[in-house]
């Protein structure tokens, strides 16, 4: 049986971090594909990760193992047809030309070109109450089911729109990134109270920004014009 390999196209490349790539899909506008990075390709991070990977080869791809528990944990328990997650869903792996690729949901805006960031729209001076109440949406409903997120910077907040059966659903923020309990110990995934824990801290340092304020009683974010 002949495996199948995606060929990505270089100008759909979006975005390169220090371990990944994203990608548009060829032919399915509905799904991004991120491509694990070899070695070569991972400038900027530190020696002590590339030794640790080349020790413990295991940790190159712990990221990405999980991210998949978090998402397997959140939709077995949330298997209503109606569960709108807070962050992005994952449809598993295909080979590429260019290595192993994760299929990843697209956040896109009306015009079909991806959604605007949450640190785009700061940078631009485009944030407004309504994204912030977008926001304040997610932000309740990754406490309410007590998401397990080690990144949640400004760059993993997209808003936009997700497709569904009937075409483009409403607008949203969505969490695209970050999620999934990479710490060495995994103190957030033990309890949901240490998760909560971790939580309010990400949000508080989300709210340094000179745009939104987080509050930490009522587990929300205002806006600052």
């Given at each position: ?59 190159r ?14 939709m ?9 997650p ?31 960031t ?8 485009s ?13 309740q ?85």
């Open positions: 049986m002949t495996r199948t390999t995606l060929a990505l196209d270089p100008k759909n490349l979006l975005a390169s971090g220090k371990q990944r790539a994203v990608y548009l899909h060829p032919f399915d506008d509905s799904k991004l594909v991120k491509v694990l990075l070899n070695d070569a390709d991972t400038a900027g991070r530190s020696k002590f990760s590339l030794a640790l990977e080349r020790w413990i080869p295991s940790t791809d712990r990221q990405i193992r999980k991210e998949y528990l978090e998402y397997l944990r959140l077995l328990s949330n298997q209503g047809a109606q569960f709108r807070p962050i992005t869903h994952m449809f598993g792996f295909v080979s590429t030309q260019l290595g192993l690729g994760c299929l990843t949901e697209r956040v896109q805006s009306s015009s079909n070109v991806l959604g605007d949450l640190y785009d729209l700061i940078q631009s001076g944030l407004t109450p309504e994204h912030v109440e977008m926001l304040n949406d997610t932000v409903r990754i406490y309410a089911h007590n998401i397990r997120a080690s990144d949640l910077t400004a760059r993993n907040f997209v808003f936009g729109q997700r497709r569904n059966a009937e075409g483009l659903g409403p607008k949203e923020c969505v969490l695209v990134d970050g999620f999934g309990d990479i710490h060495a110990v995994p103190v957030r995934t033990m309890a949901n109270w240490t998760n909560r824990l971790g939580l309010d801290d990400s949000m508080k340092r989300l709210g340094r920004n000179k745009s939104i304020e987080w509050n930490a009683v009522q587990r929300r974010f205002s806006y600052l014009s």
